[in-house]
């Protein structure tokens, strides 16, 4: 088996033992209707995720997204509730912000020559302040758009509901994939990830494909502000806090290395999953910290780094040249 | 029948960086369907020479023809795209990504956005047979040999670009199977007509494959000739302007001369990486070790070095068993280890000369005895004087030095801790023929100093010029010692063939 499909196999696996595990103590946890809520309750996080898989196969990080989560959450807040707009124009407008942020960030990285860490570290102190200016406090929204659009669903077999929200979450999924793996930008960003000079040499468009992936990261993280405010109906500055590091875990739990170069976005939507599953189990349970949520998931990622260092170091075997002679 | 048509061509070019003159009205022609070696020590100006031909930079005077147009190039990508391919020392590619990916990046042919991958290895594994080569083409590149992925690098080279070909030191990290399979393909290629330029350090490589050849030296063109009418000697006078000791290698290290026994390894191996080898080191002695590449020399050297721990025998040294867990252990028993790969096992890129030459002192004092500055300036500057160091000061940082003179660095830090034993994995690999000479005599003055010496070396004159004995390993074993006059290439060819001979009955 290809060695980075290994990672993933192994998330997988793991995903449907929990899985498996918490229905047998739960058997209610086998329906639609928790798989529904699965979608929903995790949708901007892993909106945000595909972004970041984007931003770590190419070898990079991006701490800014839960800040800009934050921040596009009480622009449109205050866009919606103070000025008046109409939700729609709100959402273009934000996610035009937080896409041009990103691709100020990706020109600092790129033109700069500075660690995608230390930019996206500005970037999220920036986008949190930022926040805080415009409003401190938490800015409820009232617009028909908004109960009407956070409460659409579509019906499954066994009475679950596929949420609007839940539903973009799977399409940013999709289309998360076929661009990674389907295109030419999708191949320069594990070029990049794999190696950036011979990437260069080989006619990669590097400052190109940098500020794009830090430009689909942050739009990305908009949209997933748009979600969160959607499934939250408020705004709120110091919302979101921390989520850039779920994102991460997701990222790396779904078997994409965390040095960039391998990885698939599919395993990203199990890791959020998985991330899921955990919480949901604690909720089913009922006694349990909702901290034990962080510990299972600190296990989780602990093991799966791992994992990769194994699979990377010790399968790394160098195969014999087929000659025809 | 007509001379064939110049394709690319250089007039007059100069290039100043700062005061430097590192090209001075320097021409060459290239002619289709010929292999032009482009020679020249380390410094000479070659790499200037070829990174002006494929647009990394720009000449500073002077023209640049591609089948009689003037032409400009921005960047190494126009040049590509203009038909010039370069295949450089280091493999350039991607070993996270399929063999095909690597082959077509940038130029998938796509549908409605969409890669079509299924065209793409179709075409992969079109384009790889002609070169002879059936590998799965949907497998990551890294899963191949290095000879594997230089293949793939130039049948990239020739398909974007298909009328020059630049071959910088391709053939440095291939044993010699993989170099004459190169070859094969090198003159497949200038059959199909393509003018390819090939620089190497391997005389005998240049005479091998080379139809013409250019030498410059110190920024300045000594002369095109063609081949047919010089001598290996002749081409080496042009490089140096001057004869050299190496080519007439005289084995001065008689045995007899070396010292009591220093060290001992007794069944000293690690399962899947070298089979046990009992081995003693006397003081004032070279032991060569010579083998194929994989033959499991470097793996010796790394488990005499406790890079890798030996999982059985033991080491005695001076009649005391030693142990060699780390390579800590090894510098405090006085070892030293100048690795094969000097670009990332060996040099610090980015610290200064002077930091490069006292760290391992630094690792044997400990943490708590930092040298200040002056000791550090003081023991810099004898190991650079010592072993001769052309560095314009000690605080530059030594990826700008030459090969030859960061191999000095490197020799120079383990010299400072006064060491007993030295490991020399490849210590010319990648150095001009002048600074060659220079190692070559230091390994000399060092065996003179009584130290005890295991160098590996792919060059088997070289082997000769300083061995005192000569272990031959094959297939990750130790398979013959050499002594006197034994020491030949002639007869080490044999020992390390030996198995293929025997294959063969």
């Not at chain 1, 934000?94 to 020109?107: C, P, R």
């Not at chain 2, 003055?445 to 070289?462: F, H, K, M, Q």
Request: glycine share 10%; with cysteine.
């Amino acid at each position: 088996m290809n060695r980075s499909l290994r990672p993933l196999a192994a998330t997988a696996i793991i995903f449907l033992l929990c899985y498996l595990a918490a229905v047998i103590q739960f058997p209610s946890m086998l329906s639609t209707r928790v798989l529904g809520n699965f979608l929903t309750d995790n949708a901007f996080l892993g909106i945000t995720a595909v972004g970041m898989t984007f931003v770590i196969l190419s070898g990079g990080i991006d701490l800014s997204v839960g800040a800009v989560i934050g921040f596009t959450g009480v622009l449109i807040a205050v866009l919606i509730s103070h000025f008046g707009m109409h939700p729609l124009a709100a959402f273009a407008v934000t996610l035009t912000i937080a896409a041009l942020f990103g691709a100020a960030m990706g020109a600092a990285i790129h033109y700069m020559q500075v660690p995608s860490f230390i930019v996206t570290l500005a970037g999220m102190f920036l986008a949190r302040g930022a926040a805080s200016v415009i409003s401190p406090d938490s800015i409820p929204i009232n617009h028909d758009f908004y109960t009407s659009v956070s409460q659409a669903y579509l019906l499954m077999p066994g009475g679950g509901r596929l949420s609007l929200i839940g539903g973009i979450m799977v399409l940013v999924f999709v289309v998360g994939a076929l661009v990674a793996h389907r295109t030419r930008f999708g191949s320069y960003v594990y070029a990049l990830g794999g190696n950036t000079t011979s990437a260069a040499l080989m006619g990669v468009p590097v400052a190109r494909t940098t500020i794009l992936i830090y430009t689909l990261s942050s739009f990305l993280a908009g949209l997933s502000g748009v979600i969160f405010s959607l499934y939250t109906s408020a705004g709120y500055s110091l919302a979101a806090v921390g989520v850039e590091l779920d994102a991460i875990g997701a990222v790396v739990i779904g078997g994409t290395l965390l040095t960039g170069g391998y990885g698939f976005v599919a395993g990203t939507f199990i890791g959020v999953m998985l991330m899921g599953l955990v919480q949901t189990y604690i909720i089913f349970d009922g006694t349990l910290s909702s901290w034990w949520t962080k510990i299972v998931i600190g296990v989780l990622l602990f093991m799966f780094i791992l994992l990769q260092r194994i699979v990377f170091a010790a399968s790394a075997p160098r195969k014999k040249a087929f000659w025809k002679v | 029948m007509t001379e064939p048509a110049t394709v690319l061509q250089a007039r007059g070019v100069v290039k100043v960086f700062g005061q430097h003159r590192a090209l001075d009205d320097v021409s060459i022609d290239l002619r289709a369907g010929e292999v032009h070696a482009l020679l020249g020590e380390n410094g000479a100006g070659k790499s200037t020479l070829i990174k002006i031909l494929t647009g990394a930079y720009q000449a500073t005077e002077g023209e640049v023809l591609l089948e009689g147009q003037p032409v400009r190039f921005a960047d190494p990508l126009q040049a590509q795209a203009a038909g010039i391919g370069t295949v450089y020392q280091e493999v350039n590619l991607l070993p996270n990504r399929s063999v095909a990916e690597n082959l077509f990046l940038g130029h998938q042919p796509t549908r409605f956005g969409f890669v079509q991958k299924k065209v793409i290895y179709a075409k992969a594994r079109a384009v790889l047979a002609t070169y002879g080569l059936d590998v799965d083409v949907r497998a990551e590149l890294g899963s191949y040999s290095v000879a594997v992925q230089q293949i793939v690098a130039i049948a990239r080279a020739v398909e974007l670009s298909g009328k020059v070909l630049v071959l910088d030191e391709p053939t440095a990290s291939l044993d010699r199977n993989e170099v004459d399979r190169l070859f094969d393909i090198i003159r497949q290629l200038k059959a199909r007509g393509l003018a390819i330029i090939f620089i190497t350090h391997f005389l005998d490589q240049v005479f091998a494959i080379s139809d013409r050849m250019t030498v410059l030296r110190n920024g300045k063109l000594i002369g095109t000739s063609s081949l047919k009418d010089v001598s290996p000697t002749d081409v080496v006078r042009m490089m140096l302007g001057k004869d050299l000791e190496i080519l007439h290698p005289v084995s001065t290290a008689a045995e007899g001369a070396s010292g009591p026994v220093m060290l001992s390894f007794d069944g000293f191996g690690k399962p899947g990486k070298v089979a046990p080898v009992t081995l003693d080191i006397h003081r004032g002695e070279v032991v060569g070790v010579a083998g194929l590449l994989g033959s499991g020399r470097t793996e010796l050297a790394r488990l005499m070095f406790g890079v890798d721990t030996a999982e059985s025998g033991k080491v005695t040294m001076n009649g005391k068993e030693i142990s060699l867990r780390s390579p800590v252990q090894a510098v405090q028993a006085g070892f030293g280890f100048c690795p094969e790969d000097r670009k990332a096992d060996g040099i610090f890129g980015d610290l200064s000369v002077r930091e490069n030459l006292i760290i391992a002192l630094q690792a044997k004092l400990g943490w708590f005895k930092a040298l200040n500055r002056d000791e550090q300036l003081e023991i810099a500057g004898r190991y650079a004087e010592a072993l001769d160091i052309r560095a314009a000061n000690h605080d530059m940082p030594i990826k700008l030095l030459s090969g030859g003179n960061q191999q000095k660095v490197i020799l120079g830090r383990w010299l400072a801790i006064d060491p007993n034993f030295l490991i020399l994995d490849e210590p010319t690999r990648g150095i001009d023929v002048g600074a060659h000479a220079e190692i070559v005599r230091t390994i000399n003055r060092l065996r003179e100093d009584g130290l005890g010496l295991l160098v590996i070396s792919s060059e088997l004159d070289e082997i000769v010029a300083y061995s005192s004995r000569v272990v031959v390993m094959r297939d990750r074993q130790m398979v013959a010692e050499l002594h006197g006059q034994d020491i030949s290439p002639k007869i080490i060819v044999q020992a390390i063939a030996a198995q293929h001979q025997e294959a063969a009955e």
